[in-house]
């Protein structure tokens, strides 16, 4: 059972149109990550949340720290074929931050 | 500044044998983290070092280990490799040792294929 749900797996759509990533879990965070990772190499981080009810913007990008700081959710508008990649969300635990725990990811796949 | 450097990037090992792979972190990162990344299982976090001393590990079997040197480069060993092991290895340094504020920067990771 994975700590950090994150849905949906696969997303594919056209160039232009607006998204959303999720991911969940029952435990509760001091922070949450976003990260994309293309074939070949590592993640990048794109974000860190550590409030509740945070919200951050990263040009097309909006993050969400949920209220319960036990979820986050990843916006994208008006997607472009860069944003194409593996988005992965980790989590800081409360105990034992020296550790993140990682989301599966969701592949998301932008058509043009 | 440089990035983390990880070597080699692709490995071909035979079952049974061991290998080590190689990670050097951001100049100044003192804070060194090994994953495990599989398509089935995602990233797994394999084990933490911070100023020559394992802090953290994993549930991974004991033929998994690591160390790090006085430079904060670190390596990790696998010995009796099992197909299983086949996976991107990624290395991920972080400054403070706390990834909760300031998150990980990775290294492009090792390919490793056991056959």
């Known amino acids: 059972t994975q700590l950090l749900e994150q849905s949906p797996q696969f997303l594919s759509i056209q160039e232009g149109e607006n998204l959303t990533v999720y991911c969940n879990s029952s435990s509760v965070f001091s922070s949450l990550q976003w990260y994309r990772q293309e074939p070949g190499e590592g993640p990048v981080l794109l974000v860190t949340?550590?409030?509740?009810?945070e919200v951050k913007k990263l040009k097309r990008l909006t993050f969400q720290f949920g209220d319960a700081r036990k979820d986050s959710s990843l916006h994208i508008t008006a997607a472009q074929t860069g944003d194409t990649g593996l988005y992965l969300c980790?989590?800081?635990?409360?105990?034992?931050?020296?550790?993140?725990?990682f989301g599966q990811g969701t592949r998301l796949t932008i058509n043009p | 500044k440089a990035g983390v450097t990880q070597t080699p990037r692709y490995l071909i090992k035979t079952r049974g044998q061991q290998v080590t792979l190689s990670c050097s972190p951001i100049s100044g990162h003192r804070s060194v983290s090994w994953y495990q990344q599989t398509p089935g299982q995602g990233l797994q976090f394999l084990f933490e070092?911070?100023?020559?001393?394992?802090?953290n590990k994993g549930n991974f079997p004991g033929r998994f280990s690591g160390r790090q040197f006085s430079n904060s480069r670190s390596e990790m060993n696998v010995s009796t490799l099992e197909l299983g092991d086949s996976a991107l290895y990624l290395c991920?340094?972080?400054?403070?040792?706390?990834?909760?504020?300031?998150?990980?920067?990775f290294g492009s990771g090792t390919r490793l294929t056991v056959v």
């Open positions: 070092y911070f100023s020559e001393t394992q802090r």
């Open positions: 991920a340094s972080s400054a403070t040792g706390a990834p909760f504020n300031y998150g990980y920067t």
């Open positions: 980790a989590g800081a635990r409360v105990q034992g931050a020296q550790k993140l725990v």
């Open positions: 949340v550590v409030t509740g009810g």
